[in-house]
């Protein structure tokens, strides 16, 4: 069931973020609760207004994306098989030789 993040509160928009980053091995938890010059680490506060603000405007576009049945003949749906969507920086560009470019 999809669901539209604008209609989450920032509570919940916080969990949603914390479990996806737990999931991915990322621990809120060590970055610092108050702002340090010296290593200019982000606080919990900053990566997560960061991440709210992202989470509100950029998953729509890459939660589109869908695989393609291998029975289909439409060559719309088939042309986005060329480019999924992929992490970036992706490990891919090391395998296709492309990093640094």
């Known amino acids: 069931m999809a669901i539209d993040p604008s209609s989450l509160t920032t509570d919940q ?5 914390v479990a996806r980053l737990a999931v991915s091995g990322i ?3 060590l970055l610092p609760t108050t702002a ?3 290593t ?3 606080t919990q506060a900053q990566v997560l207004s960061s991440l709210r603000s992202f989470v509100l405007k950029t998953p729509t576009a ?3 994306w869908r695989p393609v049945p291998a ?5 719309d749906a088939l042309s ?3 480019s999924p969507p992929l992490e970036y920086p992706s490990i891919t560009e090391a ?5 640094g470019r």
Do not use: K, S
């Open 27 to 29: 621990d809120l938890n």
């Open 95 to 99: 395998w296709t030789g492309r990093e």
């Open 36 to 38: 340090d010059p010296v």
């Open 71 to 75: 029975t289909t003949t439409d060559a």
């Open 13 to 17: 928009l916080n969990t949603f973020i």
């Open 80 to 82: 986005q098989e060329l």
């Open 62 to 64: 890459i939660n589109g």
């Open 40 to 42: 200019g680490a982000p």
